[in-house]
Nanobody, 123 residues
């Protein structure tokens, strides 16, 4: 079965940059779509970005123009590049995957495969 392992989290200054990685292992299906969501203490979880089979991407409004989701099929890795992060971006970030491909980020929580999360702290 498919497993997702995130890395790259840590502390970053506001206005800096940070790139999260999600390594995909197991029975990798080229039909999978991927995404990232985040969970901050005391807040509802929020879909951040998705990337489809043909690399179509969607973002939640608060990160548009600052975050970029991408994938490298040769490395079986999905990335979330965070530029100009803000303190409100502080959260645990989770990588998700599914054969179901959401249109937008609203349905990202239907993705059934999920990583363990990586903490991002912006100060």
């Amino acid at each position: 079965h498919v497993q997702l392992v995130e890395s790259g989290g840590g502390s970053v200054q506001a206005g800096g940059s940070l790139t999260l990685s999600c390594v995909v292992s197991g029975n990798i299906d080229s039909k999978l779509c991927f995404g990232w969501f985040r969970q901050a203490p005391g807040k509802k979880r929020e879909g951040v970005a998705t990337i489809g089979r043909n690399r179509t991407t969607y973002y939640t409004d608060s990160v548009k123009g600052r975050f970029t989701v991408s994938k490298d099929n040769a490395k079986n890795t999905v990335y979330l590049q965070m530029t100009k992060p803000k303190t409100e971006d502080t959260a645990v970030y989770y990588c998700v995957a599914d054969a179901f491909c959401a249109y937008g980020v609203a349905d990202i929580f239907a993705y059934n495969i999920r990583g363990q999360g990586t903490q991002v702290t912006v100060s």
